[in-house]
């Protein structure tokens, strides 16, 4: 029914998407958390669009991310394939994507001590016996047992942060992380850096079969699926997934809408010359072909430019960042994402992805770029129109999508979110 949430199933495809993806759920379970909290009056995301109901073999409901995750060997760490929620051993191996059955006994990763309180207080079977669970926003589960203890400050250094297993504090589905077993994620060897290859990968038919799988899964559960969000590394062989996994989509679920967001982390360095070139033609090829296939195309970075030539990252007036930490890039990334995206997760009247992308994708022309103020400056007893009187002429958004400041005025059609500021201080 069109009362009913209208559900978006989200892929994120590559590591870097991994990093701006574990903010991005990490930032939805906290505001599920202040849902739930009584004191709070339900807000006005709809976290249904974005999450699925579910059971698990010992009867518990459950609320994980409607979410399909592809990565490279050796990118999950401590975290298990299979999540942590289901522990199902067989549906483990059905699902898994190795050929021939062969057994290697690796060293277990050490688990970040970010995540050391993790499992028990977000709803797994913890250390004296009792299975413990987040609760589900609006009643929908039994009222959590344990109070989950407040996350330890994190201060991340090069050494903690590795991978963004490392600090994705949510519990996914059995069905959501896919394993490319041929490429891998550390070392030189291996490694999947070119768009064709990655357009291979989705050609196989084994990963093939298995993602249409994964989507049939998602998709037959939904009400009323409004479409997908591709959240897709550009500057590597992701951007050959991205495109096939898009073409894809467009060709089995026609009408849907399918927005893409291509990520790029934020430094590069002149010196790799060769490195340098095969991420400007990822990010081209990428760009081209996810366009033929999306309703609307953005890419996301912090990085001056897509360029050949190497340009400063962005800057923020009210925020310290450190461009060489994909911690730090994708966290800013995140927060923009959860902020544009506003219009397709509203509880009510919200405006659906494709009625978006029409409404933004001018004479056919299917690239947007996106701009951020975070945060926004609205100094305390000051009103909105008086800070926004502050920039004169000017836009106050710094540019996201690596393109340098936005040149002339042929703005064509756009979409504004402004969230956090109370509704007193608006005259």
């Known amino acids: 029914s069109l009362g009913g949430a209208r559900e978006v199933l989200t892929l994120q495809l590559g590591h870097f998407a991994g990093f701006v993806g574990a903010h991005w759920w990490n930032q939805q379970d906290a505001a599920l958390g202040r849902a739930t909290d009584a004191k709070e009056s339900p807000g006005e995301l709809c976290p249904d669009v974005l999450y699925r109901t579910g059971r698990t073999l010992h009867g ?8 399909i995750l592809m990565d490279l060997k050796g990118s999950l760490s401590s975290l298990k394939g299979e999540g942590g929620l289901y522990r199902d051993k067989q549906l483990d191996a059905a699902i898994a994507w190795q050929g021939k059955l062969t057994t290697h006994k690796e060293e277990l990763c050490p688990k970040n001590p970010y995540l050391q309180d993790f499992e028990p ?3 797994v079977l913890s250390s ?16 959590p047992l344990t109070t989950a203890t407040t996350p330890k400050p994190l201060i991340p250094t090069e050494a903690s942060i590795r991978v963004w297993s490392d600090f994705l504090r949510v519990h996914l589905h059995p069905r959501s992380i896919c394993m490319i077993q041929k490429y891998n994620h550390d070392g030189e060897a291996g490694r999947l850096e070119a768009f064709g290859q990655g357009e291979s990968v989705l050609k196989e038919p084994k990963y093939q079969e298995e993602l249409e799988d994964r989507l049939h899964f998602y998709v037959e559960e939904c009400d009323y699926l409004q479409g997908f969000q591709i959240l897709c590394d550009l500057h590597d062989g992701f951007s050959g997934v991205g495109a096939k996994a898009a073409e894809l989509l467009q060709d089995e679920y026609s009408g849907r809408g399918i927005v893409t967001w291509g990520l790029l982390p934020g430094l590069y360095h002149r010196g790799e010359a060769q490195r340098n070139i095969y991420r400007l033609l990822n990010t081209a090829f990428g760009l081209v ?18 360029g ?13 960042y450190d461009a060489t930490l994909p911690f730090h890039c994708s966290a800013i990334l995140a927060t923009a994402l959860d902020t544009v995206t506003v219009p397709y997760r509203l509880c009510s009247s919200p405006v659906s992805m494709v009625h978006l992308a029409d409404m933004l994708s001018f004479c056919g022309k299917k690239v947007v770029t996106a701009g951020a103020t975070i945060p926004f400056p609205l100094a305390p007893g000051q009103s909105l129109p008086d800070s926004l009187m502050q920039f004169g002429g000017a ?13 002339g005025t042929r703005c064509f059609a756009q979409s504004v979110v402004l969230r956090g500021i109370d509704r007193a201080c608006h005259t």
Do not use: M
């Open 308 to 320: 050949l030539r190497p340009e400063p990252p962005v800057n923020f007036p009210y925020l310290h």
């Open 121 to 123: 207080s977000q709803g």
């Open 395 to 407: 836009t106050p958004w710094t540019p996201l999508s690596a393109c340098g400041e936005p040149s």
């Open 60 to 67: 518990q409901d459950t609320y994980t991310p409607r979410l």
């Open 128 to 143: 004296d016996g009792v299975w413990r669970v987040k609760s589900i926003p609006n009643g929908k589960g039994s009222p």
């Open 289 to 306: 072909h996810l366009t033929a296939h999306s309703s609307l195309v953005c890419p996301l970075s912090l990085g001056g430019s897509l």
